[in-house]
């Protein structure tokens, strides 16, 4: 069982930067595929990025080229780092565990979630 907890968010201009971070407690973390989803007012809850547990990532046509998803398996962290930021970023940000192999576009499949943290972009 894991316990999932982000922080990192805030608000920033269009064009800007953050880095979100998402600590694990509880055993086994490596075996975990780890994911970002995010959900905006009024708007379904999205997939955003998902490295799994052979540290191979998957982003949204929204988020390649602009976002990037690590982790250290060492300290039981997850991080999105998002560059360029938009306007319609804007949103709770989740980070979520799954099984080993997961992907982005399947939340049904992620069975902890963290609380979220608000990222909000402003032109």
């Known amino acids: 069982q894991l316990q999932l907890v982000e922080s990192g968010g805030d608000s920033v201009q269009a064009g800007g930067s953050l880095r979100l971070s998402c600590v694990a407690s509880g055993s086994l973390f490596s075996s975990y595929s780890m994911a970002w989803f995010r959900q905006a007012p009024g708007k379904e809850r999205e997939g955003v990025a998902v490295i799994d547990g052979d540290s191979n990532t998957d982003y949204s046509d929204s988020a390649k080229g602009r976002f990037t998803i690590s982790r250290d398996n060492d300290k039981n962290y997850v991080y999105l780092q998002m560059n360029g930021l938009k306007v319609e970023d804007t949103a709770m940000y989740y980070c979520?565990?799954?099984?080993?192999?997961?992907?982005?576009?399947?939340?049904?499949?992620?069975?902890?979630w963290g609380q979220g943290t608000q990222v909000t972009v402003s032109s």
């Open positions: 979520a565990a799954g099984p080993f192999y997961s992907a982005y576009d399947a939340p049904s499949d992620f069975t902890y």
